[in-house]
């Protein structure tokens, strides 16, 4: 299963190579990494029948998560990515706005990876 990551941190890649380590070496899972929004709009140009999710924080500089997330359920209908938003504030309205726009799940900062892990089995 090929995972899109999006986040303005780069220290995310690392992280998600170490913690996935043993499903990459596997082949279980295949990450590629977007540092922002409209990287991830344009690697989603050439790939998008390739990525099954779609992991987006939401706060970042410059395209919010729920911009990308408006533009990819906008443009990508058929089939629809899954689309998981990643925030550090849980709060109600980013919930609420990230739901509205067809999110298919919400995590928080920091990540739970192995709630993750369980929840990614479940599709792979």
């Given at each position: 299963?090929?995972?899109?990551?999006?986040?303005?941190?780069?220290?995310?890649?690392?992280?998600?190579?170490?913690?996935?380590?043993?499903?990459?070496?596997?082949?279980?899972?295949?990450?590629?990494?977007?540092?922002?929004?409209?990287?991830?709009?344009?690697?989603?140009?050439?790939?998008?029948?390739?990525?099954?999710?779609?992991?987006?924080?939401?706060?970042?500089?410059?395209?919010?998560g729920i911009e990308?997330?408006?533009?990819?359920?906008?443009?990508?209908?058929?089939?629809?990515?899954?689309?998981?938003?990643?925030?550090?504030?849980?709060?109600?309205?980013?919930?609420?706005?990230?739901?509205?726009?067809?999110?298919?799940?919400?995590?928080?900062?920091?990540?739970?990876?192995?709630?993750?892990?369980?929840?990614?089995n479940t599709l792979?």
């Amino acid at each position: 299963m090929k995972i899109l990551v999006v986040d303005d941190e780069k220290d995310v890649q690392i992280l998600f190579e170490q913690r996935f380590r043993k499903e990459i070496k596997s082949g279980d899972f295949e990450f590629v990494f977007a540092f922002s929004g409209e990287e991830a709009l344009y690697y989603l140009k050439d790939h998008y029948h390739e990525a099954v999710l779609i992991l987006s924080d939401i706060n970042m500089p410059g395209m919010t998560g729920i911009e990308l997330l408006r533009r990819i359920k906008e443009k990508y209908a058929t089939p629809p990515p899954l689309v998981y938003m990643i925030t550090a504030y849980g709060d109600s309205e980013n919930y609420k706005n990230a739901m509205d726009l067809g999110a298919d799940d919400f995590l928080t900062k920091p990540i739970e990876f192995t709630l993750l892990k369980e929840k990614l089995n479940t599709l792979n």
